[in-house]
């Protein structure tokens, strides 16, 4: 045991954990410690809102396979994470949240900046470090990097702020490495017997084979059975996009492609994912989950298995080491294996419907008009982004929209808002997969509702010298809900209708670069200058009003009025 201040064993605690950057804006409760991150080799990113740290944080887990970390000022500092937060505990980042609280002397007094911390993060932690004694703070710092990397998600460090001063004996904890098998023998026997029985096999790849670094288990695994490979909602990265049986993804605006394939499976086996109830919805008026088909189901956390889907076989494992103990049984089953009769008819199928969708993708894509129709901006963007990019989406109609036309040869280059949903998620994230991946280009897509939650983050990328990029679609409306309006709502608009001022603008006067463009023709030159110039740059597409199918047609109803007042605001 070595003897130190507090404040040094937290700080050779996150050095031993690898930290190299934290995201967040500075305040009295963390000073002691914020003071000595510089001489520890721990880069400080300060940002313009915490909420934007805690996504920076993400993006940067996301992007770098590593934990991400961010921290503030006790009370509203903390109170301002809360959404990021949820946002990677449905994301699966392991994010570490350090909550500097209140000193522990004056707890419960009613002083300045006092809230309990632990209940807010409750819900949307994987684990929660309270550190109630000076000689505790390493082991609870290592335990919060430990768990948020074997459990995928954000943990909670909450430090009374009285905790930072004070000297310790202690041994700074190293990090725990867990390596996960590939689930029960039996369960894998089972899984490999029903995919080499299968006539039409399809692979479900999701987040986990990018999480376990398993694309290439996954591409092995789908050419032993010619097997199409869909990608889960939102992890259109998951497998690559030029590989012959990739179909793109499932969801909301996903490939059509991809549905009428899986809805011709009689096995699916479900890769690393937790077949999230919104990603598997129907869409384009496809049902097209195969409710007869065996459901062979991986991962890693075992409460996922059956719990969304009816499954035929659960196997509790490592998306990766699954999919190469599956291939190992498979391969000495050679006669066996159904799909092998059948292959040319399939492949010919496949090859149908990806070129079918294709056409029509490319008929969607042909306005010319200005200001730009969306699909047609989505469609020029998707050729001109450079193929290292990542790529971060916003919750938005034209966002979701560009899921058709986000594709990817490499994991770890999508980072959508996922389950949570947040307006507001892609921008932070974006600068915070750049931190993590200087060298590849990263863009945000966002919608300009979304933009106004934002765009403060421009002050971050000048201020600190990361040059992240935002497209913003500019369509003067919060168009997804306007879209309710419309379908429901028999066009009133509340709140639905935005003024704005030019973003493009806005951002020159930051200091970033600000470009606007009107013209499909623009589009494609305006995307590779701002990837290119090593500037922090938001590129302002001009779009018209158009928008795509509705996210929640399935939770909503008619309006039914029962009052006179209110009679002419019933369903036409
Ligand atoms: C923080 C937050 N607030 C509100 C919503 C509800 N919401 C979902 S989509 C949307 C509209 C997004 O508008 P915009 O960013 O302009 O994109 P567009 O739909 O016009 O493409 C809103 C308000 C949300 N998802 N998140
Ligand atoms: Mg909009």
């Not at 002397?105 to 929660?128: D, H, N, R, V, Y």
């Not at 990608?231 to 996903?254: E, I, R, V, W």
């Not at 306005?367 to 901006?377: E, Q």
């Not at 013209?519 to 990837?531: E, N, R, S, V, Y």
Request: glycine share 10%; net charge neutral.
């Amino acid at each position: 045991m070595t003897r130190m201040s507090s404040s040094e064993a937290f700080v050779e605690t996150l050095v031993a954990h690898g930290v190299t950057h934290i995201f967040g804006i500075v305040g009295s409760a963390y000073m002691d410690a914020l003071d000595l991150f510089e001489p520890a080799g721990i880069r400080f990113i300060s940002v313009a809102h915490e909420q934007g740290a805690g996504h920076m944080a993400d993006g940067y887990s996301r992007a770098g396979n590593r934990q991400g970390v961010c921290i503030a000022q006790n009370g509203p500092g903390i109170t301002n994470f809360v959404t990021a937060v949820a946002a990677a505990y449905w994301a699966h980042s392991p994010v570490v949240v350090i909550t500097p609280e209140t000193g522990s002397s004056t707890m419960g007094l009613g002083g300045f900046q006092e809230t309990e911390q632990l209940p807010i993060f409750s819900k949307i932690t994987k684990f929660q470090g309270h550190v109630s004694r000076q000689d505790r703070i390493a082991e609870l710092t290592g335990r919060c990097f430990d768990l948020a990397a074997t459990e995928r998600g954000p943990t909670q460090l909450n430090i009374p702020r009285d905790m930072f001063y004070g000297e310790v004996d202690v041994t700074i904890p190293k990090p725990i490495r867990v390596e996960r098998g590939a689930g029960g023998e039996k369960s894998l026997d089972e899984a490999a017997k029903a995919l080499a029985g299968a006539k039409f096999p399809v692979i479900v790849a999701g987040g986990g084979v990018i999480m376990s670094d398993g694309q290439a288990e996954a591409i092995r695994l789908a050419e032993h059975l010619s097997a199409p490979v869909v990608t889960s909602y939102l992890h259109n990265d998951a497998f690559p996009a030029s590989h012959p049986l990739m179909c793109g993804p499932l969801g909301y605006q996903g490939s059509k492609a991809a549905m009428k394939l899986i809805a011709q499976a009689d096995v699916v086996l479900a890769l690393g994912t937790r077949l999230g109830p919104f990603g598997t919805l129907p869409q384009h008026g496809i049902d097209y989950w195969p409710r007869g088909a065996k459901i062979i189901q991986v991962d890693s956390d075992h409460r996922m298995l059956g719990l969304v889907k009816q499954i035929s076989t659960g196997v509790c494992g490592d998306a990766k080491a699954a999919a190469a103990a599956i291939l190992t049984r498979l391969e000495t089953m050679n006669e066996a294996i159904a799909a092998r009769g059948n292959k040319d008819a399939r492949l010919t199928e496949l090859k149908k419907q990806k070129d079918a969708w294709e056409a029509e993708l490319n008929a969607w894509g042909q306005a010319d008009g200005t200001p730009v129709a969306p699909r047609r901006a989505l469609r020029e963007l998707e050729k001109a982004m450079p193929k290292n990019a990542m790529v971060t989406t916003d919750i938005g109609n034209i966002c979701s929209v560009s899921n058709s036309y986000l594709r990817f040869e490499a994991p770890r280059s999508f980072f959508a808002a996922m389950s949570f949903g947040n307006c507001g998620y892609a921008f932070p994230t974006a600068i915070g997969a750049k931190v993590a991946a200087p060298d590849r280009p990263a863009v945000a897509y966002v919608g300009d509702g979304a933009w106004g939650m934002s765009l403060q983050e421009t002050l971050t990328c000048v201020r600190e010298n990361i040059p992240a990029v935002a497209v913003v679609f500019n369509n003067g409306q919060w168009g997804a809900e306007k879209k309710n309006q419309i379908d429901f709502y028999a066009d009133r608009y509340v709140g639905t209708n935005l003024k704005n001022p030019s973003f493009a603008a806005i951002a020159q006067s930051m200091g970033a670069e600000g470009i606007k463009v009107v013209h499909p023709g623009q589009i494609g030159d305006a995307l590779k200058k701002a990837t290119s110039s090593n500037r922090p740059t938001v590129l302002e597409i001009m779009v018209t009003q158009e928008l795509g199918d509705p996210f929640r047609r399935d939770a909503l109803k008619k309006p039914v009025r029962l009052l006179d007042k209110y009679k002419a605001y019933s369903a036409a």
